[in-house]
């Protein structure tokens, strides 16, 4: 069997289609109750009263939580603080409000529709004080963080060049806040047994949120038991836990019934985290060559005014490029808005945008292509680290790329290709991102029928996780699918890591394998000891198991292995193992990389932008599901046409509102807006990345996409735009 790397179809795919699979917001229990927000309509100020006489009178109305009324949690309700997992909650413990749609009361009732009307009726008053929303302005008050995933904040590196800088682009570029916007809300259902709590919640981290609940109520994490088999999208914002999913335990414990709450899609704008707004200031200088001399890229972003969140926009800067002479700089600046969260490839989707600009208009300064300028300053070793690189194969993504792109037809004058009427333009930039990994624990078991079970506590957040884990427990054991079944989703399994940093298939996948192979080793030794098996007494490496069946590489009787269960009592077996990383991750510096291509169409009366197609190649390893694999990789480069041409959160000044708080106004691409997206991967080995070779995809995809479209725009105009997303009023102004 060949199944790891093959397109097996989802495994989970007939329970989506024909709406078998049932997602948070799908939970029914007995007694079921419905819980909605109150949320804040000013960004800074007390609240003064809240009047809810109208709606605790209202039909089906349980309970009104409010702050005047709410349980005292331990430490003020910052007790389960640990950030990312842990943020800085409102729980309804003072009359602060810091930021608009902040949760200030939970309403309770018997359906949802009674819920969401008593929540309309609570009203507010306020003591309103002077909020700080203006970027500009706020600017002059930013402060480090100190330490950005895990890394110093700034750096910096200063080595001698051979000849001067012949030219310099000193330039400011920026990027505007995004909301996630997946097709699932945030759902929450709480239920209470006693001093036990099980908690049915849309997560990209089960184990991170036991542990944030377990410590903001006071309850030791063996009590609170999290469920999420489905996710309808997180892309980060379901990393964390936010305010209504402590609220809605909080309600639960108070009515004592089972409480569900599902966002509404204005609710997702605040409360909830998104993407914050970057000011990327970059210089960057080369010798006539095109050899680098200089790199420096300072990075604003905002934050809230109750907690730090930096968004790492610089730190792809510090290894990409062979350079003498990098600084990084990243600063947060404050403002009355919730706190800022991680959005798909956190930081090196805004900084390959900023980076991947600077770097073009360095190449037309010096009349040299952009993928050759690159091509000069590739480096041997991370030149941040110097550490050796576990594997990069970036110069064959130029060379796959620029040859299925077609690059050498590519006349470098702006305004000197054309689609009929339209002005066509064609540009690059490097997509990177770290390859990351953590421990994790898988159990593996077989029943007296011949089933396997494969479990760990991770999370699919669509992205296939189901299934790359049975074709690698199939392959593994010498199973076929169809006997195979992978569980996750829930606390109670082995444990594994949040879904986030593209490190779930490098971090389960070699626990589930070792699982796996424990497993074998265990119905190997069964076989051999069983007379009536066609193994018996055989030698270990002679033994074959195969499409269920056991019996003697060279050949004769073979018997499924479910025959030797039954001779031998009938009892389950199970085998656990974990996987965690190695010294190499010490020794290597590990990422993946990226080149993509994009061509845009441009009407020259209109403005209008049109992308008729993205071709991209990657150094990724080696893909578990070429089916999953490359459908990750288009979602990526979708989002990546999204946040160049249409994504913004627009924040009125005046009042902190989200103005789009929908999805007819806060724009993603449609069907309609995407055209050929041609996508693959280069051969690549990275023997010390973990077991299997593989690095993670679901991030990377979408670096680089939004700088080589920016580029492609002004390759087409002449007319460089800085400031995301680029709209039709930037090119006709």
């Not at 995933?149 to 000193?170: I, K, L």
């Not at 200031?281 to 809230?304: N, P």
């Not at 600077?358 to 952009?370: K, N, S």
């Not at 497993?519 to 069964?526: G, W």
Request: charged letters at 20%; proline letters at 7%.
């Amino acid at each position: 069997m060949n199944l790891i790397g093959a397109g097996v179809d989802r495994v989970d795919g007939p329970a989506k289609v024909t709406g078998r699979a049932n997602y948070i917001g799908d939970v029914q229990l007995p007694r079921m109750t419905h819980a909605a927000l109150v949320l804040s309509t000013i960004p800074n100020g007390r609240i003064v009263s809240l009047d809810t006489a109208q709606a605790t009178q209202m039909p089906g109305v349980l309970l009104v939580v409010t702050p005047g009324n709410a349980p005292v949690l331990p430490d003020g309700g910052r007790a389960g603080v640990d950030p990312p997992a842990g943020r800085v909650l409102s729980l309804l413990q003072d009359d602060r409000v810091h930021y608009d749609r902040q949760p200030i009361a939970i309403v309770v009732a018997e359906t949802q529709e009674q819920a969401t009307a008593a929540a309309a009726c609570v009203k507010a008053h306020y003591s309103e004080e002077p909020a700080i929303l203006d970027f500009a302005v706020a600017r002059a008050d930013a402060h480090s963080p100190g330490k950005i995933n895990g890394e110093p904040a700034d750096s910096a590196r200063e080595g001698a060049t051979p000849e001067p800088a012949a030219q310099r682009v000193s330039e400011v570029y920026t990027t505007p806040i995004e909301n996630h916007n997946p097709m699932e809300p945030h759902a929450t259902v709480a239920v209470w047994s006693g001093s036990k709590l099980t908690l049915y919640d849309t997560t990209q981290g089960i184990s991170g949120a036991q542990k944030t609940i377990a410590k903001t109520f006071g309850l030791s994490p063996d009590d609170v038991h999290v469920i999420c088999p489905y996710v309808g999208g997180g892309f980060g914002c379901k990393g964390s836990v936010w305010s209504h999913v402590a609220l809605t335990v909080m309600a639960a414990r108070l009515v004592g019934r089972p409480v569900k709450l599902v966002l509404e899609r204005t609710q997702m704008f605040g409360p909830v985290g998104a993407r914050p707004r970057t000011e990327q200031h970059l210089s960057v200088a080369a010798t006539a060559a095109g050899s680098f001399t200089e790199i420096h890229h300072d990075v604003f972003s905002h934050t809230s005014r109750i907690e730090d969140f930096a968004e790492p926009a610089a730190l792809q800067t510090r290894l990409l490029y062979a350079c003498p002479t990098v600084s990084t700089s990243h600063r947060v600046v404050p403002l009355n808005l919730g706190t800022p969260t991680f959005q798909r490839a956190p930081g090196h989707s805004t900084g390959t945008y900023g980076l991947g600009c600077a770097l073009d208009e360095l190449a037309i300064a010096l009349a040299v292509d952009p993928i050759e300028m690159r091509r000069r300053n590739e480096p041997a070793e991370d030149p941040d680290t110097h550490q050796p690189w576990s594997s990069r194969s970036l110069t064959q993504c130029y060379t796959a790329g620029a040859a299925a792109f077609g690059w050498q037809r590519r006349t470098p004058q702006p305004r000197s290709m054309r689609a009929g009427n339209r002005l066509l333009g064609w540009g690059y930039a490097t997509a990177t991102y770290p390859a990351k990994r953590s421990p994790a624990k898988a159990r593996a078991s077989i029943t007296p029928d011949g089933l396997v079970v494969v479990s760990s506590g991770t999370q699919d957040l669509g992205t296939g996780t189901y299934t790359v884990m049975t074709q690698i427990a199939a392959q593994t054991l010498g199973f076929p699918l169809a006997r195979v079944r992978f569980a996750l989703g829930d606390s109670a399994l082995p444990s594994a890591p949040v879904s986030g940093g593209s490190q779930s298939v490098a971090s389960v996948a070699p626990a589930v394998q070792a699982a796996a192979r424990a497993l074998r080793d265990k119905l190997v030794a069964l076989a051999i000891r069983d007379e009536a098996s066609p193994a018996y007494r055989a030698a270990v490496a002679d033994v074959l198991i195969e499409e269920g069946s056991v019996g003697l590489r060279t050949g004769g009787r073979r018997e499924p292995i479910a025959a030797s269960l039954v001779r031998n009592g009938g009892e389950t077996i199970s085998a656990d193992a974990a996987a965690e990383p190695g010294p190499d991750g010490k020794k290597y510096s590990m990422h993946s990389f990226g080149a993509v291509f994009a061509e845009v169409e441009i009407d020259p009366e209109l403005g209008t932008v049109r992308v008729p197609r993205v071709v991209a190649r990657y150094g990724v390893g080696k893909l578990m599901n070429a089916k999953t694999g490359r459908s990750q990789l288009l979602g990526g480069v979708v989002w990546g046409i999204g946040m160049a041409l249409m994504e913004e959160t627009l924040v009125d000044v005046h009042v902190g509102r989200v103005v789009n708080a929908n999805l007819a106004e806060y724009h993603v691409p449609t069907h309609a807006d995407i055209r050929a997206i041609d996508v693959d991967v280069v051969h690549e080995e990275d023997p010390y990345i973990e077991s299997l070779g593989a690095k993670g995809i679901g991030e990377i995809g979408i670096t680089g996409v939004a700088a080589a479209i920016v580029n492609a725009a002004y390759h087409a105009t002449g007319i460089r735009v800085r400031d995301l997303p680029l709209t039709l009023d930037k090119l006709l102004g």
